[in-house]
């Protein structure tokens, strides 16, 4: 068994690597990175440094080459995403657009679709957004309500969607819509691209526990959206929509290298100790839960290669894939639980000042990493899959 990389994958890594040491700003390198005014002022700047990235050649990398990619290979995929995140480089804003809108647009749009929207985003000119959950469809989406019916030119829309994040800052979204309410469930749904700034469409955003408001509630109201908006056939965009649900789990490099990094955090917080009280690291029981992190961190590399594997045979991630994100997930709200119990009543602290441990950081860490468990399949689905398409129990009811 080889489990280094080729040299191509370490050339690439050295490109990479040399550009984001002489780009990426200082402040984040250092790993405080500054407070922004408002989200507004927070998303502009991650445009603008999107955009150079895409000068550059450092966004959507895994793209094939005629649409601006590099054709990377999964190897090299996975090396840039260990790489941004190694080096703290802030991330790209249109993520959505790079990494679920272009492949599906690659696999199941029109020339004319492609042409059209793919160039707008990799330089994040256009953001976009994903509108696939509603408030009675989140891990059930063929539950979905929101009807598109047919009219001259194209349908109308009508429904609600929610948790549609960055839809305020989005031109375009993935939208889908009932538009055959007699077939089953799955069947009666299209694909369809929504034009966020098109009359009828209202979105509200949702503030959140992190303060921020890059959630929304997206109200569709006689919304027309045109024949040529259309990705792939009619009523069947339930399997269009499982080529981008598939490009959100996989590996997840970057919450490898992200938990590297908060399992140092833990170890110097127990090291030094925190507010001049005795280091903690003495106390037996929490040496232990530190080493079972440190273990957690392991096997979360080791399943990250065992997917990247198969990718690289070209085989699909299969449902293993969700024992991947079942993993890393529980083991970071774990590793953020230890986080809190060692920072005591300076965990309360989330917002910079004189009594915030590392500007709050760690503290807004573990309230965003509560969202781990729901986000891309919540763990009980994720147990599921595994439960019925790993192990072959029956079907729960
Ligand atoms: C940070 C974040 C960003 C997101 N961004 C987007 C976005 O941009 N666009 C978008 O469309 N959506 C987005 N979502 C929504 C996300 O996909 C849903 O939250 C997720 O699918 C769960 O759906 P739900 O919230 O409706 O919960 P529900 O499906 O209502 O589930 C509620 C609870 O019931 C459990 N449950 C449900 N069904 C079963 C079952 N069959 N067996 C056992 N337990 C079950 C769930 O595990 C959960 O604990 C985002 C979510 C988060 C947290």
Redesign the pocket.
């Known amino acids: 068994m080889d489990l280094s990389f080729s040299r191509a994958e370490e050339a690439f890594r050295a490109d990479l690597g040399a550009w984001l040491a002489a780009n990426v700003p200082p402040e984040w390198r250092g790993g405080e990175p500054p407070e922004f005014a408002s989200l507004g002022d927070e998303v502009a700047f991650l445009r603008d440094w999107q955009h150079r990235l895409a000068d550059a050649g450092w966004v959507g990398v895994h793209w094939p080459r005629e649409y601006g990619g590099r054709g990377a290979t999964v190897g090299e995929h996975y090396v840039f995403q260990e790489e941004m995140a190694a080096a703290r480089a802030p991330e790209i804003i249109n993520r959505?657009g790079v990494n679920l809108v272009g492949p599906t647009l690659i696999a199941h749009g029109t020339d004319e679709q492609r042409r059209r929207f793919l160039p707008k985003i990799l330089p994040a000119d256009e953001l976009w957004?994903?509108?696939?959950?509603?408030?009675?469809?989140?891990?059930?989406?063929t539950a979905l309500r929101t009807r598109a019916e047919p009219t001259s030119g194209g349908w109308v829309v009508n429904g609600q969607?929610?948790?549609?994040?960055?839809?305020q800052f989005a031109r375009w979204g993935i939208l889908l819509a009932r538009t055959d309410p007699s077939a089953s469930k799955a069947k009666g749904i299209s694909y369809l691209i929504c034009d966020m700034h098109a009359p009828g469409v209202t979105v509200r955003p949702l503030r959140q526990m992190t303060g921020s408001e890059e959630?929304n509630e997206v109200f569709l109201e006689d919304v027309f959206i045109p024949h040529d908006q259309l990705v792939g056939r009619e009523h069947d965009g339930w399997s269009i929509a499982n080529t981008t649900l598939a490009h959100e789990r996989g590996t997840s490099p970057r919450q490898l290298v992200i938990h590297r990094m908060l399992l140092n955090d833990l170890l110097r917080i127990a090291r030094e100790g925190v507010d001049g009280a005795p280091p903690p690291a003495a106390d037996p029981v929490l040496r232990q839960r530190i080493a079972r992190h440190f273990i957690e961190v392991e096997i979360t590399r080791l399943n990250n290669w065992r997917t990247l594997t198969r990718l690289q045979k070209r085989l699909p991630p299969g449902p293993e894939s969700s024992f991947v994100k079942l993993f890393w997930s529980e083991m970071s709200q774990g590793m953020h639980d230890t986080l809190m119990e060692l920072l005591g009543s300076r965990g309360l602290c989330w917002q910079p000042g004189p009594r915030a441990v590392a500007g709050g950081r760690l503290a807004r860490s573990y309230l965003y990493y509560r969202?781990a468990t729901?986000?891309?399949?919540?763990?009980?689905?994720q147990?599921?899959i595994l439960a019925e398409r790993v192990l072959g129990l029956p079907r729960?009811r």
């Open positions: 959505i957004c994903q509108l696939f959950s509603e408030p009675g469809a989140g891990s059930d989406l969607k929610v948790w549609t994040s960055y839809a959630f969202a729901l986000f891309a399949g919540t763990s009980e689905i147990r599921n729960s």
